[in-house]
């Protein structure tokens, strides 16, 4: 099925260190979302963005709403061990007449000590 | 937000046979979502199920393969038939979240089939 562009793939990141991620998409949507997994668990919703050019932060975390609607950018400042997981964006669009939740290919990050 | 029980959290199946994996939330809702999530990759939306209607798939998942039941507004089951190597993968379900919008998902079945 359709994905959303999501880059880094991956990244190795010191501890303290600021983190960030974007996720593109050919599509306009109107939310964008933010999710973090664990191994072992389902997706957890960090951050929720309703429009174009909103910006949004949940304690460390900062994501924006591309002006464009066609993009979103998540940033994690000061970096701890335990923000190691994979994170994903998903973006809720107009498919084939019904809004459906795309999500993107996943960020995982690992934070050194 | 809804809490959302999943089972079973794992198992290992022989190919050929069939796994039903069932899903329970704290509270009613309208639709409930199963999604795949195939090794290190994101997730797939298989289908939408709906209360007292049949499921609606999305491109690639057929109802012979993943026969959904939703028998109430608290509880439904994915099947995955006829199983083969290739269906090894987390199968999740997912409910319309009541807070700031977005997905609160089960913690999964990570399924194994050998």
């Known amino acids: 099925g359709q994905q959303l562009n999501q880059s880094p793939q991956s990244m190795f990141i010191q501890e303290g260190e600021d983190v960030s991620m974007n996720c593109t998409s050919s599509s306009i949507f109107n939310t964008w979302l933010w999710y973090k997994q664990e191994p072992g668990e389902g997706p957890v919703l960090l951050i929720a963005?309703?429009?174009?050019?909103e910006l949004t932060s949940n304690g460390r975390l900062t994501a924006q709403f591309g002006i464009t609607r066609k993009d979103s950018f998540l940033n994690i400042s000061a970096s701890i061990p335990s923000d190691v997981g994979i994170y994903f964006c998903a973006g809720r669009g107009r498919t084939s007449g019904t809004y459906k939740y795309i999500f993107g290919t996943g960020t995982r990050l690992k934070v050194l000590a | 937000s809804a809490v959302i029980s999943q089972k079973p959290s794992r198992d290992i199946c022989q190919r050929g046979t069939s796994l039903t994996i069932q899903c329970q939330v704290d509270?009613?809702?309208?639709?409930m979502f199963w999604y795949r999530q195939q090794p290190g990759q994101s997730l797939t939306l298989i289908a939408t199920a709906n209360q007292g209607s049949e499921a609606t798939y999305e491109s690639g998942f057929v109802i012979d393969k993943f026969p959904i039941s939703r028998p109430n507004l608290t509880f439904s089951t994915l099947t995955v038939s006829n199983m083969s190597p290739e269906d090894s993968s987390i199968y999740l379900c997912s409910v319309e979240g009541d807070g700031p919008g977005g997905y609160t998902f089960g913690s999964g079945t990570r399924l194994t089939v050998v």
């Open positions: 963005l309703y429009k174009a050019g």
């Open positions: 509270s009613q809702v309208t639709m």
